[in-house]
């Protein structure tokens, strides 16, 4: 059995004060994390000509008076983020369409077999993955999803992210949300926008984020495990584990808990922003409001990747429940 599986995560996760306590956590250990992000450019290590020609490349001005290279790392980190957050932004715009939707109303057979399968990109790639056997069961869930559901519910998440940007998210006081609640991220969590083992969390955020990365942050695996390790893998009153992983007591195997509320996601992620965005002002750097969840996610994915082998290990069968997980 899954730890977190039945009720996604422990009733006591949405209480004030286990959320002030993981944002507390987060913020304590968000400095050793962000200073090695800088240091290394995100995880690549660069010699001095590599350094100057991704300044050339992205057109970022430098301070040459200045013997820190931090800001400048900074600058070229934001401007990769957002180079490679736009290579297939494209195409997610052109599903999440209210007119190209509205077409594929009479054919929904073909918006499953054309467009989600073959020109989605965080689903076609996980179809096409044949290296990895895990996900066998993706594959097996698109394959009998009923056609008018797949199509409903991109309908409603595309209706949902224009209804939001319209009437809810408002930039002038994005940043002083102060609960979760107050973002209103909790529709997504509810069946109209979900298809089970086809358009689950990761799916559905990563299409939104996609569409919008002003106000939806990409709850990808990697941020996932990135929130664990922020947090030290407290559990914070939790009686099971931390709420951000799952376990399989049967198989001695730790996962990234898939099932993770997206309102609270986009809660914490929210910190992670606000924490860049005070880092960015410090070093004279910018993060354009409109893409703050790409820097975030290019944030979490370092600190996810920081701890790869672990995360590998975990994944796997662990042997006499080893790692004090089972």
């Known amino acids: 059995m899954y730890a977190h599986q039945d009720g996604y995560v422990e009733t006591c996760c949405y209480d004030f004060d286990h959320t002030w306590a993981v944002l507390d956590s987060i913020e304590n250990n968000f400095e050793k994390y962000f200073d090695k992000f800088i240091e290394t450019n995100g995880g690549l290590l660069l010699s001095d000509s590599e ?21 400048n790392n900074f ?13 297939d932004r494209q195409k997610y715009l052109d599903i999440l369409d209210e007119e190209t939707l509205e077409e594929w109303k009479d ?3 073909s918006f499953k077999s054309k467009v989600l399968k073959q020109e989605c990109p965080i689903i076609h790639s996980t179809l096409y993955n044949k290296r990895a056997k895990e996900l066998d069961k993706y594959r097996y869930e698109f ?10 519910t991109v309908t409603n998440l595309y209706e949902f992210a224009e209804e939001y940007m319209s009437d809810i998210y408002d930039e002038e006081t994005y940043d002083e949300v102060d609960y979760f609640s107050d973002l209103c991220m909790e529709k997504l969590d509810t069946e109209d926008y979900t298809v089970y083992g086809v358009i689950g969390g990761g799916v559905k955020s990563h299409m939104l984020y996609k569409f919008q990365p002003a106000a939806f942050p990409n709850r990808s695996r990697n941020a996932i495990w990135a929130f664990w390790y922020l947090t030290n893998k407290e559990k914070f009153g939790c009686t099971m584990d931390s709420e951000f992983i799952m376990i399989d007591v049967d198989k001695n195997i730790v996962q990234q808990n898939y099932f993770y509320p997206y309102e609270l996601f986009a809660y914490y992620a ?25 820097v975030v996610d290019r944030f979490l994915n370092y600190v996810a990747e920081e701890h790869s082998e672990e995360i590998s290990l975990l994944k796997s069968q662990i042997k006499d429940g080893g790692m004090g997980y089972a």
Do not use: Q
């Not at 394959?143 to 409903?152: F, G, N, Q």
């Open 143 to 152: 394959s009998v999803a009923d056609p008018e559901e797949l199509l409903y």
């Open 270 to 294: 929210h910190k992670i922003y606000l924490l860049l965005k005070n880092k960015a002002e410090e070093m004279g750097a910018y993060i354009d409001p409109a893409y703050k969840y790409v």
């Open 75 to 87: 600058k070229l980190l934001i401007a990769e983020a957002y180079e490679d957050y736009e290579k």
């Open 107 to 109: 054919d929904p057979a």
């Open 51 to 71: 350094f100057e020609t991704l300044k050339e490349r992205f057109k970022v001005s430098t301070d040459h008076k200045s013997n820190d290279r931090s800001t």
